[in-house]
Protein backbone atom coordinates (compact mmCIF):
# COMPACT_ATOMS: atom_id res chain seq x y z
CA UNK A 1 0.00 0.00 0.00
CA UNK A 2 1.55 3.59 -1.15
CA UNK A 3 1.53 6.33 1.37
CA UNK A 4 -1.17 8.07 1.60
CA UNK A 5 -1.43 11.82 2.52
CA UNK A 6 -3.86 12.96 4.50
CA UNK A 7 -5.89 16.22 5.63
CA UNK A 8 -7.72 15.59 9.17
CA UNK A 9 -10.23 18.45 9.33
CA UNK A 10 -11.24 18.53 13.24
CA UNK A 11 -7.99 16.84 14.47
CA UNK A 12 -8.76 17.71 18.23
CA UNK A 13 -12.02 16.51 18.35
CA UNK A 14 -12.62 12.58 19.09
CA UNK A 15 -12.55 11.66 15.53
CA UNK A 16 -9.24 13.23 14.54
CA UNK A 17 -7.64 11.74 17.64
CA UNK A 18 -8.43 8.60 16.34
CA UNK A 19 -7.24 9.30 13.15
CA UNK A 20 -3.90 10.63 14.11
CA UNK A 21 -3.46 7.50 16.44
CA UNK A 22 -3.64 5.07 13.04
CA UNK A 23 -1.22 7.52 11.61
CA UNK A 24 1.24 6.92 14.79
CA UNK A 25 0.66 3.37 14.63
CA UNK A 26 1.54 3.38 10.55
CA UNK A 27 3.49 5.82 9.96
CA UNK A 28 5.04 4.62 6.65
CA UNK A 29 1.88 4.57 4.97
CA UNK A 30 0.15 7.96 6.24
CA UNK A 31 1.69 11.31 6.00
CA UNK A 32 -0.18 14.21 7.46
CA UNK A 33 -0.30 17.10 5.05
CA UNK A 34 -3.01 19.39 7.10
CA UNK A 35 -5.01 20.26 10.22
CA UNK A 36 -7.85 22.22 11.41
CA UNK A 37 -8.96 22.81 14.56
CA UNK A 38 -11.74 25.26 15.72
CA UNK A 39 -10.30 26.62 19.40
CA UNK A 40 -8.31 23.63 20.90
CA UNK A 41 -4.79 25.19 20.06
CA UNK A 42 -3.10 23.53 22.73
CA UNK A 43 -3.58 20.31 21.60
CA UNK A 44 -3.25 21.43 17.79
CA UNK A 45 0.25 22.41 18.97
CA UNK A 46 1.19 19.15 20.15
CA UNK A 47 -0.10 17.66 16.81
CA UNK A 48 2.31 20.15 14.71
CA UNK A 49 5.03 19.34 16.46
CA UNK A 50 4.37 15.34 16.45
CA UNK A 51 2.79 14.63 12.90
CA UNK A 52 4.88 18.20 10.95
CA UNK A 53 1.95 19.24 8.61
CA UNK A 54 2.89 21.73 6.07
CA UNK A 55 -0.96 23.11 6.56
CA UNK A 56 -2.51 24.30 9.74
CA UNK A 57 -6.02 26.18 10.16
CA UNK A 58 -6.91 27.42 13.38
CA UNK A 59 -10.02 29.73 14.62
CA UNK A 60 -9.18 33.31 15.58
CA UNK A 61 -8.36 32.30 19.41
CA UNK A 62 -6.08 30.14 18.44
CA UNK A 63 -4.23 32.20 15.42
CA UNK A 64 -1.67 34.06 16.91
CA UNK A 65 -0.72 31.84 19.24
CA UNK A 66 0.27 29.19 16.63
CA UNK A 67 1.91 32.02 14.30
CA UNK A 68 4.00 33.15 17.51
CA UNK A 69 5.30 29.18 17.94
CA UNK A 70 5.83 28.23 14.52
CA UNK A 71 8.14 29.16 11.91
CA UNK A 72 6.22 30.42 8.54
CA UNK A 73 8.89 27.99 6.82
CA UNK A 74 8.06 25.04 8.23
CA UNK A 75 4.36 25.32 8.69
CA UNK A 76 1.40 27.66 7.22
CA UNK A 77 -0.76 29.00 10.07
CA UNK A 78 -4.14 29.53 7.81
CA UNK A 79 -7.70 31.18 9.35
CA UNK A 80 -9.84 27.57 9.72
CA UNK A 81 -13.05 29.71 8.62
CA UNK A 82 -11.69 30.82 5.38
CA UNK A 83 -9.39 28.49 4.26
CA UNK A 84 -9.82 24.77 5.02
CA UNK A 85 -11.44 24.76 1.62
CA UNK A 86 -7.87 25.42 -0.07
CA UNK A 87 -6.11 22.75 1.96
CA UNK A 88 -8.25 19.91 1.25
CA UNK A 89 -7.89 21.28 -2.39
CA UNK A 90 -4.53 20.69 -2.94
CA UNK A 91 -3.14 18.31 -5.47
CA UNK A 92 -1.16 15.99 -2.80
CA UNK A 93 -4.44 15.64 -0.67
CA UNK A 94 -5.39 11.71 -1.08
CA UNK A 95 -7.81 11.61 1.80
CA UNK A 96 -9.72 14.05 3.81
CA UNK A 97 -11.02 13.16 7.19
CA UNK A 98 -13.83 15.32 8.19
CA UNK A 99 -14.44 14.88 11.77
CA UNK A 100 -15.54 18.39 12.61
CA UNK A 101 -19.04 18.81 13.50
CA UNK A 102 -22.18 21.07 12.16
CA UNK A 103 -23.10 22.48 9.02
CA UNK A 104 -19.42 24.35 8.48
CA UNK A 105 -17.99 21.17 7.79
CA UNK A 106 -20.07 21.62 4.21
CA UNK A 107 -18.19 24.23 2.40
CA UNK A 108 -14.40 21.68 2.71
CA UNK A 109 -16.54 19.06 2.06
CA UNK A 110 -17.93 20.62 -1.53
CA UNK A 111 -14.01 21.53 -2.11
CA UNK A 112 -12.96 18.01 -1.23
CA UNK A 113 -15.49 15.93 -3.71
CA UNK A 114 -14.22 18.83 -6.59
CA UNK A 115 -11.30 17.91 -6.60
CA UNK A 116 -11.74 14.61 -6.68
CA UNK A 117 -10.99 13.62 -3.52
CA UNK A 118 -11.47 10.46 -1.35
CA UNK A 119 -13.69 12.02 1.68
CA UNK A 120 -13.94 10.38 4.93
CA UNK A 121 -16.89 12.05 6.91
CA UNK A 122 -17.95 11.51 10.59
CA UNK A 123 -19.56 14.14 9.75
CA UNK A 124 -23.42 13.70 9.26
CA UNK A 125 -24.86 17.58 9.12
CA UNK A 126 -23.01 18.31 5.63
CA UNK A 127 -24.55 14.94 3.86
CA UNK A 128 -28.39 16.29 5.78
CA UNK A 129 -28.02 19.89 4.38
CA UNK A 130 -27.23 18.98 0.79
CA UNK A 131 -26.59 15.25 0.40
CA UNK A 132 -28.35 14.59 -3.24
CA UNK A 133 -25.72 17.74 -4.20
CA UNK A 134 -22.51 16.19 -2.58
CA UNK A 135 -23.58 13.26 -3.92
CA UNK A 136 -23.94 14.22 -7.49
CA UNK A 137 -21.00 16.40 -7.54
CA UNK A 138 -18.76 13.55 -6.57
CA UNK A 139 -19.97 11.56 -9.26
CA UNK A 140 -19.31 14.10 -11.67
CA UNK A 141 -15.37 14.51 -10.10
CA UNK A 142 -14.93 10.78 -9.41
CA UNK A 143 -14.60 11.89 -6.12
CA UNK A 144 -15.16 8.51 -3.72
CA UNK A 145 -16.99 8.95 -0.41
CA UNK A 146 -16.22 6.66 2.35
CA UNK A 147 -18.41 7.03 5.47
CA UNK A 148 -16.84 6.95 9.13
CA UNK A 149 -19.62 7.18 11.02
CA UNK A 150 -19.62 3.45 12.24
CA UNK A 151 -23.67 2.58 11.04
CA UNK A 152 -22.88 3.81 7.73
CA UNK A 153 -19.32 2.29 7.56
CA UNK A 154 -21.15 -0.82 8.62
CA UNK A 155 -23.21 -0.95 5.52
CA UNK A 156 -20.87 0.24 3.19
CA UNK A 157 -18.37 -2.80 3.98
CA UNK A 158 -21.86 -5.11 3.45
CA UNK A 159 -22.56 -3.70 0.52
CA UNK A 160 -18.87 -4.05 -0.72
CA UNK A 161 -18.93 -6.78 -3.79
CA UNK A 162 -22.66 -7.23 -3.81
CA UNK A 163 -25.12 -5.25 -6.89
CA UNK A 164 -26.84 -2.47 -5.57
CA UNK A 165 -30.06 -3.63 -7.70
CA UNK A 166 -30.15 -6.48 -5.14
CA UNK A 167 -30.47 -4.60 -2.26
CA UNK A 168 -33.62 -4.61 -0.33
CA UNK A 169 -33.37 -2.60 2.44
CA UNK A 170 -30.26 -1.74 5.12
CA UNK A 171 -31.08 -1.64 8.97
CA UNK A 172 -29.39 0.37 11.21
CA UNK A 173 -28.85 0.10 14.80
CA UNK A 174 -29.02 2.14 17.74
CA UNK A 175 -27.66 1.03 21.47
CA UNK A 176 -30.58 3.71 22.51
CA UNK A 177 -28.62 6.06 24.00
CA UNK A 178 -28.40 7.35 27.80
CA UNK A 179 -32.02 7.25 28.24
CA UNK A 180 -33.27 4.06 27.15
CA UNK A 181 -34.05 3.28 30.81
CA UNK A 182 -34.71 6.30 31.93
CA UNK A 183 -38.34 6.82 32.96
CA UNK A 184 -40.05 9.29 30.49
CA UNK A 185 -41.35 11.14 33.43
CA UNK A 186 -38.26 12.16 34.22
CA UNK A 187 -36.88 14.04 30.68
CA UNK A 188 -38.05 17.62 31.72
CA UNK A 189 -35.66 17.63 34.68
CA UNK A 190 -32.27 15.88 33.38
CA UNK A 191 -28.90 17.71 33.73
CA UNK A 192 -26.50 18.21 30.99
CA UNK A 193 -24.31 16.23 32.93
CA UNK A 194 -26.99 13.52 32.82
CA UNK A 195 -27.36 13.46 29.13
CA UNK A 196 -23.43 13.48 28.12
CA UNK A 197 -23.08 10.40 29.86
CA UNK A 198 -23.22 7.96 26.86
CA UNK A 199 -23.24 3.86 27.87
CA UNK A 200 -20.76 3.31 25.25
CA UNK A 201 -19.37 5.76 23.52
CA UNK A 202 -17.27 8.83 24.39
CA UNK A 203 -17.95 11.66 21.88
CA UNK A 204 -18.22 15.76 21.51
CA UNK A 205 -21.23 16.89 23.43
CA UNK A 206 -23.63 17.89 20.76
CA UNK A 207 -23.57 13.96 19.01
CA UNK A 208 -23.61 13.14 22.30
CA UNK A 209 -27.34 15.13 23.38
CA UNK A 210 -28.12 13.77 19.35
CA UNK A 211 -27.51 10.37 21.02
CA UNK A 212 -29.54 10.84 23.89
CA UNK A 213 -32.70 12.86 21.85
CA UNK A 214 -32.25 9.78 19.11
CA UNK A 215 -32.06 12.90 16.36
CA UNK A 216 -28.91 11.26 15.27
CA UNK A 217 -30.37 8.62 14.27
CA UNK A 218 -32.62 10.43 12.21
CA UNK A 219 -30.00 12.08 10.50
CA UNK A 220 -28.30 8.53 9.97
CA UNK A 221 -31.42 7.56 8.17
CA UNK A 222 -31.18 10.47 6.10
CA UNK A 223 -27.42 10.43 5.46
CA UNK A 224 -27.55 6.48 4.35
CA UNK A 225 -30.30 7.41 2.32
CA UNK A 226 -27.70 10.26 0.53
CA UNK A 227 -24.71 7.72 0.21
CA UNK A 228 -26.14 4.75 -0.87
CA UNK A 229 -29.49 6.01 -2.98
CA UNK A 230 -32.03 4.54 -0.35
CA UNK A 231 -35.44 5.50 0.07
CA UNK A 232 -36.53 6.01 3.76
CA UNK A 233 -38.96 3.05 3.42
CA UNK A 234 -35.62 1.08 2.87
CA UNK A 235 -34.26 2.46 5.94
CA UNK A 236 -35.25 0.72 9.42
CA UNK A 237 -33.98 1.78 12.94
CA UNK A 238 -33.63 -1.03 15.06
CA UNK A 239 -32.32 -0.29 19.07
CA UNK A 240 -29.36 -2.83 19.77
CA UNK A 241 -28.31 -2.44 23.18
CA UNK A 242 -25.26 -4.12 23.15
CA UNK A 243 -23.42 -1.68 20.11
CA UNK A 244 -21.72 -5.33 18.17
CA UNK A 245 -23.86 -5.21 15.20
CA UNK A 246 -23.26 -1.92 13.72
CA UNK A 247 -25.42 -2.27 11.30
CA UNK A 248 -27.16 -4.70 8.54
CA UNK A 249 -28.24 -4.92 4.45
CA UNK A 250 -30.90 -7.05 3.82
CA UNK A 251 -30.94 -8.48 -0.44
CA UNK A 252 -33.99 -9.33 -2.27
CA UNK A 253 -33.29 -12.81 -1.67
CA UNK A 254 -33.68 -12.71 2.17
CA UNK A 255 -30.21 -12.79 3.07
CA UNK A 256 -28.95 -10.40 5.89
CA UNK A 257 -25.24 -9.63 6.21
CA UNK A 258 -23.95 -7.79 9.33
CA UNK A 259 -21.06 -6.24 10.35
CA UNK A 260 -19.70 -6.71 13.88
CA UNK A 261 -16.88 -5.50 16.08
CA UNK A 262 -15.98 -4.05 19.13
CA UNK A 263 -17.24 -0.55 19.96
CA UNK A 264 -14.19 1.11 19.10
CA UNK A 265 -13.86 4.32 16.63
CA UNK A 266 -10.51 3.31 15.21
CA UNK A 267 -12.15 0.40 13.13
CA UNK A 268 -14.26 2.54 10.89
CA UNK A 269 -11.78 5.32 10.50
CA UNK A 270 -9.41 3.08 9.60
CA UNK A 271 -11.03 0.74 7.25
CA UNK A 272 -12.01 4.05 5.47
CA UNK A 273 -7.85 4.76 5.33
CA UNK A 274 -6.60 1.74 4.39
CA UNK A 275 -9.71 1.01 1.88
CA UNK A 276 -9.77 -1.68 -0.23
CA UNK A 277 -6.80 -3.54 1.94
CA UNK A 278 -7.35 -3.76 5.97
CA UNK A 279 -4.41 -3.70 8.59
CA UNK A 280 -4.48 -4.79 12.04
CA UNK A 281 -5.33 -2.29 14.64
CA UNK A 282 -4.15 -4.06 17.95
CA UNK A 283 -7.62 -4.06 19.56
CA UNK A 284 -8.92 -7.07 21.06
CA UNK A 285 -11.45 -9.35 18.63
CA UNK A 286 -14.94 -9.56 20.54
CA UNK A 287 -15.35 -12.34 22.61
CA UNK A 288 -17.83 -14.42 21.47
CA UNK A 289 -17.62 -17.20 24.63
CA UNK A 290 -18.34 -13.71 26.69
CA UNK A 291 -20.93 -12.17 24.79
CA UNK A 292 -24.35 -13.58 26.29
CA UNK A 293 -27.04 -12.36 24.08
CA UNK A 294 -27.87 -9.68 21.37
CA UNK A 295 -30.97 -8.07 21.77
CA UNK A 296 -33.17 -6.56 19.52
CA UNK A 297 -36.13 -3.57 20.12
CA UNK A 298 -38.11 -1.33 18.02
CA UNK A 299 -37.57 2.25 18.52
CA UNK A 300 -40.45 4.14 20.84
CA UNK A 301 -41.35 7.55 19.18
CA UNK A 302 -43.05 8.77 22.13
CA UNK A 303 -39.95 8.85 24.24
CA UNK A 304 -37.76 10.07 21.38
CA UNK A 305 -40.16 12.23 19.29
CA UNK A 306 -37.04 13.72 17.59
CA UNK A 307 -36.63 10.28 15.24
CA UNK A 308 -40.26 10.55 14.06
CA UNK A 309 -40.09 13.98 13.34
CA UNK A 310 -36.56 13.37 11.38
CA UNK A 311 -38.55 10.34 9.42
CA UNK A 312 -40.91 13.10 8.33
CA UNK A 313 -38.29 15.25 7.10
CA UNK A 314 -36.44 12.76 5.09
CA UNK A 315 -39.63 11.41 3.87
CA UNK A 316 -40.12 15.36 2.55
CA UNK A 317 -36.95 16.23 1.42
CA UNK A 318 -35.74 19.66 0.25
CA UNK A 319 -35.28 21.94 2.05
CA UNK A 320 -36.55 20.64 5.50
CA UNK A 321 -33.21 18.59 6.13
CA UNK A 322 -31.22 21.73 6.19
CA UNK A 323 -34.06 22.87 8.14
CA UNK A 324 -34.02 20.18 10.48
CA UNK A 325 -30.41 19.98 11.47
CA UNK A 326 -29.45 24.12 11.69
CA UNK A 327 -32.67 24.20 14.30
CA UNK A 328 -31.40 21.57 16.09
CA UNK A 329 -27.42 22.48 16.36
CA UNK A 330 -29.45 25.71 17.85
CA UNK A 331 -31.83 23.92 20.39
CA UNK A 332 -28.85 21.75 21.39
CA UNK A 333 -26.48 24.41 21.58
CA UNK A 334 -29.27 26.12 24.31
CA UNK A 335 -28.85 22.86 26.51
CA UNK A 336 -25.89 22.62 26.70
CA UNK A 337 -25.87 26.24 27.93
CA UNK A 338 -29.27 25.31 30.28
CA UNK A 339 -31.09 27.94 27.88
CA UNK A 340 -33.98 24.88 27.82
CA UNK A 341 -34.11 21.90 29.36
CA UNK A 342 -34.22 18.82 27.80
CA UNK A 343 -37.41 18.39 25.89
CA UNK A 344 -37.78 21.78 24.96
CA UNK A 345 -34.47 20.67 21.89
CA UNK A 346 -38.00 19.28 20.23
CA UNK A 347 -39.93 21.88 20.84
CA UNK A 348 -37.57 24.39 19.35
CA UNK A 349 -36.90 21.52 16.38
CA UNK A 350 -39.98 21.11 15.36
CA UNK A 351 -42.10 24.43 15.62
CA UNK A 352 -39.00 25.63 13.56
CA UNK A 353 -39.52 22.52 10.72
CA UNK A 354 -43.48 23.50 11.24
CA UNK A 355 -42.93 27.22 9.85
CA UNK A 356 -40.59 26.35 7.21
CA UNK A 357 -42.20 26.80 3.64
CA UNK A 358 -40.10 23.48 1.60
CA UNK A 359 -38.02 24.40 -1.58
CA UNK A 360 -38.37 20.80 -3.32
CA UNK A 361 -35.07 20.36 -5.46
CA UNK A 362 -32.84 23.18 -3.75
CA UNK A 363 -29.30 24.47 -5.32
CA UNK A 364 -26.60 25.28 -2.54
CA UNK A 365 -27.91 28.81 -2.43
CA UNK A 366 -31.42 28.14 -1.32
CA UNK A 367 -30.08 25.07 1.24
CA UNK A 368 -28.01 27.60 2.97
CA UNK A 369 -30.53 30.20 2.81
CA UNK A 370 -33.04 27.54 4.57
CA UNK A 371 -30.19 26.65 7.07
CA UNK A 372 -29.51 30.80 8.09
CA UNK A 373 -33.22 31.40 8.36
CA UNK A 374 -33.78 28.39 10.97
CA UNK A 375 -30.97 29.35 12.88
CA UNK A 376 -32.66 32.75 13.50
CA UNK A 377 -35.98 30.88 13.52
CA UNK A 378 -34.84 28.57 16.30
CA UNK A 379 -32.78 31.67 18.33
CA UNK A 380 -36.27 32.81 18.13
CA UNK A 381 -38.09 30.95 19.55
CA UNK A 382 -35.84 30.10 22.52
CA UNK A 383 -35.91 33.92 23.49
CA UNK A 384 -39.11 33.99 23.46
Known sequence: MKTKNLVVLGSTGTIG?????????????????????CNNFKLLEKQIREFKPQYVAIGKQGFDYLRRRFDR???KILDVDKESGFIVSLKSVDIVVIGMRGGAALAPFLEAVRHGKTVAPANKEALVMAGPLLMRL??????????????????????????????????????????????????????????????????????????????????EVIEAMRLFDLTVD??????????????????????????MGITDMRL???????????????????????LKQLTFGKPDFKRFPSLALALRVAREGGTFPSVLNAADEVAVDAFLNQKINFTGIYRIVERTVRRHRIVRDPDLKQILEADIWARAQATRLIEE
Open 234 to 259: QVQVVIHPEAIIHSMVEFKDGSIIAQ
Open 73 to 75: ASV
Open 138 to 219: ARKHNAKIIPVDSEQSAIFQCLEGHRREDLKRVILTASGGALRKVPLTRFDRLSVNEILRHPRWKMGEKITVDSATLMNKGF
Open 268 to 290: PIQYALTYPHRLGTGLASTDFYH
Open 17 to 37: INTLKIVRQYPQQFRVVGLTA
